[in-house]
Nanobody
């Protein structure tokens, strides 16, 4: 069992930056996968960025070169640094943890990111 708390969302102008944080209630050392997803109104929840326990990272094509996922094991926290934000990045962003390959996924409550023109 793990609880995830996201923070860092808000309103920003196009071209601006935000950093999202996701703090877990347990150690993130060795966690199979940690990632960020987003869901815009009327759309499905889509992968934004994901990091494996070994440190490999994958990004959605739409955010490559603009977003960076990272982690701080000492703080049990995963970050999503978002730069050069665009209006189409507007969505609720969710943090996800998957402790092992066969375990369920755990989700945070979501944090709203709104990018204005």
């Amino acid at each position: 069992q793990v609880q995830l708390v996201e923070s860092g969302g808000g309103l920003v102008q196009a071209g601006g930056s935000l950093r999202l944080s996701c703090t877990a209630s347990r150690s993130i050392l060795g966690i199979y996968a940690m990632g960020w997803y987003r869901q815009a109104p009327g759309k499905q929840r889509d992968l934004v960025a994901i990091m494996s326990s070994g440190g490999s990272k994958n990004y959605a094509d739409s955010v490559k070169g603009r977003f960076t996922i990272s982690r701080d094991n000492a703080k049990n926290t995963v970050y999503l640094q978002m730069s050069n934000l665009k209006p189409e990045d507007t969505a609720v962003y969710y943090c996800m943890n998957k402790i092992t390959a066969s375990s369920r996924e755990y989700w945070g409550q979501g944090t709203q990111v709104t990018v204005s023109l």
